[in-house]
């Protein structure tokens, strides 16, 4: 496999990577130990020529009229990924929508482990517990910096008023990769990867798309 | 305002108007009653150039050298998305992420009121009690069918082989706009629109650009 450096993929083919993916996943644990690419991206809900030029950032793969061994190329996007090994992860905000991710199982189940959590008001009502610790936010520094596992991403839930300072902390101890929650534009250095998620967004787009 | 049809608006124009919302929502709050297009660009984090045509779907609207009128601008584009209402949402798979959607106050912020979760085992052990009543899968034509607020969304969040079916269900008793926790494609008419949202898959993707 040549050196795939970062401006190479897209961010929108590295979504379609986990997509395929978790297709291969599927059809491994079904027993199925080859895919065509017609087959494979109807599974995956795109059109084969999309699938093939997506598969090209692997350089030639895939033997003709045989199609796709499944678990080589599940195995080739999951290195891509880096999603081999588990990997650590700290959350910031233990409000409802915090605990509710802390508790998630998904997350582990897919390679993240979220390790320890942070928030400012540690006495705050929670009404479940929760396996991971919660920390004051002081703590942040020394537990990122005692990890031996380099922490590198973090999800942020607090309220939009806080996120920019949080990240800037967080980028400041060395987080490249943010799941931001927080409805708000993060400003970040170019080096920084921030994907944004806003349930109450999703919500409202189908909203019109319902109406109209 | 001219009459504007579904097709008239991409999705994508359809999401950054939700985030203009937010923006201006905040200006609100602060006092403040007009702003320039640049200003509101800066704040969603997007070029004035396409604020400006994002906003043209209203027509011709602000003054030259005075801004938006904030208050206006934000009761236009929250008629267009129709959450000046509350609109009503069912929920199906009361798992750990669907229990956790339950108990997230961020939504009826938002406009929008879960008034009834669905899930094939109501005997399941949950370790949070929630607001809304939890029926068995074969109560859910009963309950949309009685509610007399015209349920048009839903949200999915059960087991990917349970997905299609639950989706099928649904659109058969009327509902058209399906938010979709689930890591499969559903096949959907063209008349019903689905929004994935998929945790894991961010995640993912945060993990390829730290590493590249």
Do not use: W
Request: some cysteine; charged content about 20%.
């Amino acid at each position: 496999m040549k050196k795939i450096t970062r401006q190479e993929i897209p961010r929108k083919a590295v979504y379609r990577l986990s997509v395929y993916l978790r297709c291969l996943q599927r059809l491994n644990t079904n027993g199925i130990r080859t895919v065509s690419s017609e087959a494979l991206a109807k599974a995956a809900g795109v059109k084969s020529t999309q699938l093939r030029k997506d598969l090209t950032y692997f350089g030639q793969f895939g033997t003709r009229g045989l199609g796709y061994d499944v678990e080589q190329l599940a195995k080739m996007i999951s290195d891509l990924l880096g999603t081999n090994s588990l990997q650590p992860v700290v959350l910031v905000g233990v409000g409802n929508l915090g605990l509710a991710l802390l508790s998630y199982r998904g997350f582990e189940q897919e390679g993240f482990e979220i390790i320890a959590a942070f928030d400012v008001d540690l006495n705050r009502k929670r009404n479940k517990n929760v396996a991971q610790p919660i920390y004051p936010m002081e703590k942040l520094p020394e537990v990122l910096e005692k990890s031996k596992r380099g922490v590198k991403m973090a999800i942020i839930t607090v309220p939009p008023s806080e996120a920019q300072e949080v990240a800037n902390t967080l980028i400041g101890l060395g987080i490249t990769g943010i799941l931001n929650f927080a409805p708000i534009v993060l400003d970040v250095p170019e080096d920084v990867t921030v994907n944004n998620v806003n349930l109450a967004i999703e919500l409202e787009n189908l909203s019109y798309f319902i109406q109209h």
